[in-house]
């Protein structure tokens, strides 16, 4: 099953009730989850389950430059994550309920981090990948491509994730769960109020 079908699962069929964890940690992903990645990622959405059900999630993913390159070990990831769990454990989970934290990895060692940033979801820039091809009967398939790691500058040039793990630091993003665009409430209040005119 998908990672959230795991953590439901594991929650409401494997623990006990009244036991519940105390941490739900989702990853390591291979490839980041910046951005609007997030929206579909299964990494993301195993955590988004945890603090569904009340429990302190993280979310931790590993950017990879180049995706046919694994001579590189997750010591940073490892460590990483290791001082973020103790420290959540040791004192208070950071966020309110129903939002969790979202980790990505720059791919360099543990010498080379600058430490770590707190940041916002950057905006992905995407391209299209999708190539038809057709297997030896003669059939048509489709291969989604990997869209390369590229992302859009925001105009306030506040830190994005993207621009955190590109300089070397490991790169946390508080997620909420609630996707209402509140700053449209009262546009959209306006605009249904016009009636539909044909």
Same mark, same amino acid.
């Given at each position: 099953?998908?990672?959230? &079908?795991? @953590? /439901?699962?594991? +929650?409401? =069929?494997? /623990?006990? !009730?009244?036991?519940?964890?105390?941490?739900? @940690?989702?990853?390591?992903?291979?490839?980041?989850?910046?951005?609007?990645?997030?929206?579909?990622?299964?990494?993301?959405?195993?955590?988004? %389950?945890?603090?569904?059900?009340?429990?302190?999630?993280? =979310?931790?993913?590993?950017?990879?430059?180049?995706?046919?390159?694994?001579?590189? &070990?997750?010591?940073?990831?490892?460590?990483?994550?290791?001082?973020?769990?103790?420290?959540?454990?040791?004192?208070?989970?950071?966020?309110?309920?129903? %939002?969790?934290? #979202?980790?990505?990895?720059?791919?360099?060692?543990?010498? &080379?981090?600058?430490?770590?940033?707190?940041?916002?979801?950057?905006?992905?820039?995407?391209?299209? &990948?999708?190539?038809?091809?057709?297997?030896?009967?003669?059939? !048509? /398939? /489709?291969?989604?491509?990997?869209?390369?790691? =590229?992302?859009? $500058?925001?105009?306030?040039? %506040? *830190?994005?994730?993207? %621009?955190?793990?590109?300089?070397?630091? @490991?790169?946390? *993003?508080?997620?909420?769960?609630?996707? *209402?665009?509140? #700053?449209?409430?009262?546009? +959209? $209040?306006?605009?249904?109020?016009?009636?539909?005119?044909?």
């Amino acid at each position: 099953g998908s990672p959230t &079908d795991c @953590v /439901y699962l594991s +929650l409401n =069929a494997l /623990y006990q !009730e009244g036991f519940m964890p105390d941490l739900i @940690v989702s990853g390591i992903n291979i490839g980041s989850n910046m951005g609007e990645d997030i929206s579909y990622s299964g990494t993301a959405s195993a955590a988004m %389950e945890g603090v569904l059900h009340g429990i302190p999630s993280i =979310a931790i993913s590993q950017v990879l430059q180049d995706k046919n390159y694994f001579g590189f &070990d997750f010591e940073l990831a490892k460590q990483s994550i290791y001082k973020i769990a103790k420290k959540i454990l040791n004192h208070t989970y950071p966020l309110d309920a129903r %939002e969790f934290l #979202n980790i990505n990895i720059p791919q360099i060692s543990p010498k &080379d981090c600058k430490g770590f940033k707190i940041t916002e979801l950057g905006i992905r820039a995407y391209g299209n &990948d999708a190539h038809v091809h057709r297997n030896p009967r003669g059939e !048509e /398939y /489709y291969w989604l491509g990997l869209h390369p790691l =590229a992302w859009n $500058e925001r105009e306030n040039n %506040e *830190t994005s994730d993207f %621009e955190a793990t590109k300089n070397g630091y @490991v790169s946390i *993003t508080p997620i909420t769960l609630d996707f *209402t665009a509140r #700053n449209r409430l009262r546009t +959209l $209040e306006d605009w249904i109020s016009g009636g539909f005119n044909e």
